[in-house]
């Protein structure tokens, strides 16, 4: 791997030489590695999975012009300020912003942000609200962009009805035994889907404002400073046009999840509800512009994400895991089932929640 890496991290221009790497295993898709060179800073190296995105030429388009826009917004502070907040990528040699290797990968090179924290999970009221700061902030940064310059490299990726769909095709081909052994997921499924298709339908009504979003808000997504100040939203490869909702319900799927998206044992998994106010206050704090059929559709969807993610993993798990990475055989039927328990905790606590998001 060492002789691919230094070679891929030549074809950048950058100030040094490679001199190690450490993957980053994070990730369910791509595969990340931290590049040391002999001078700082040192650079986030990352290979698309091309199956996953056929048009990973154009995610990295998107990933720049986002990322333009966002240093733009930002320029009145120092260099070393921006290089902390917004991920800066690398040129290539040849001046675009990627490498394609000989087997048809797209890789991009970014500035790695020194002295960031991740986590799996909110620890504390203070990383929540600064979470939510962070992803509100996002939105209210790129409000101004003009989605018709950002590509759409995953089509209806949070359109429930396709991942039903999806879903409901996975499960025909299916085995008798799979389908005995997940009879409780997808009875699941099946009693909460018109539920979860609220935002699809509000959508297609065009109630509610496309905007440039994120779309993958979770909170490893978000690196923090030694001081738990939120620094910067990373893993930009899927902003296209979305809805709020789409960032709002998935940050608050990992923020309030008690557990890990991976925790096999559900006891594990609740709802914090002070995390959620506390990310709401954060959010809002820095978005101010929702309209009021924006703020309507939030509670539901904050069980409307990880609704979305728990049928794309049982989907995943069904169709044997050719989607998301897994270690182990029925790893996608754990996250599935752990996200739909969080929903049955949210569900428990629906009516706070609705209260507290209308005052
Ligand atoms: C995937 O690869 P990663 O970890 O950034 C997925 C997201 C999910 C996330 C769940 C392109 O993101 O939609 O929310 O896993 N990305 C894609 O952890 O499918
Ligand atoms: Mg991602």
């Known amino acids: 791997m060492k002789d691919v890496l230094k070679k891929v991290i030549d074809k950048f221009q950058i100030p040094s030489e490679f001199e190690s790497f450490e993957e980053l295993n994070s990730g369910h898709i791509n595969d990340t590695f931290l590049i040391k060179t002999t001078q700082k800073p040192y650079y986030v190296l990352q290979r698309i999975n091309k199956n996953v995105f056929p048009r990973s030429k154009e995610l990295i388009e998107n990933k720049i012009y ?52 991740t986590y799996l999970k909110a620890e504390n009221t203070q990383i929540a609200f600064e979470a939510g700061k962070k992803t509100g902030e996002f939105l209210e940064l790129t409000k101004d962009i003009d989605v018709a310059n950002i590509h ?38 099946e009693s909460h889907i018109k539920e979860m298709q609220q935002l699809d339908t509000a959508i297609e009504q065009k109630l509610l404002p496309l905007r440039l979003t994120h779309n993958d808000t979770k909170i490893s997504n978000i690196l923090f400073s030694k001081e738990n100040k939120a620094l910067c939203l990373i893993d930009t490869d899927t902003v296209m046009k979305g809805v709020l909702h789409f960032d709002y319900g998935d940050a608050i799927r990992t923020i309030c999840n008690t557990a890990d998206e991976d925790e096999r044992d559900i006891n594990k998994i609740a709802f914090n509800f002070e995390f959620f106010k506390s990310y709401t206050q954060g959010f809002f704090q820095e978005f101010k512009s929702a309209t009021q059929q924006e703020i309507n559709l939030l509670p539901v969807s904050i069980k409307i994400l990880p609704f979305i993610m728990g049928l794309r993993f049982f989907t995943d798990f069904l169709n044997n895991n050719v989607y998301f990475k897994t270690v182990y055989e029925t790893h996608n039927l754990d ?15 629906y009516q706070e929640i609705v209260k507290c998001i209308a005052t």
């Open 66 to 117: 986002v990322s333009k826009h966002l240093q733009h917004k930002l320029k009145h502070l120092a260099q070393e300020e921006i290089q902390q907040k917004v991920l800066c990528f690398a040129k290539a040699k040849d001046n675009t912003f990627f490498y394609e290797d000989n087997d048809g990968y797209f890789w991009n090179a970014s500035i790695f942000i020194e002295d960031s924290i």
């Open 152 to 189: 759409t490299i995953l089509e209806d990726f949070h359109s429930v009805s396709v991942r039903y769909h999806q879903f409901k095709t996975a499960l025909q081909n299916a085995s008798e035994e799979t389908i005995k052994r997940s009879k409780e997921q997808i009875c699941f499924i």
């Open 335 to 349: 996250r599935a089932i752990n996200q739909f328990a969080l929903i049955n905790h949210i569900e428990n606590k």
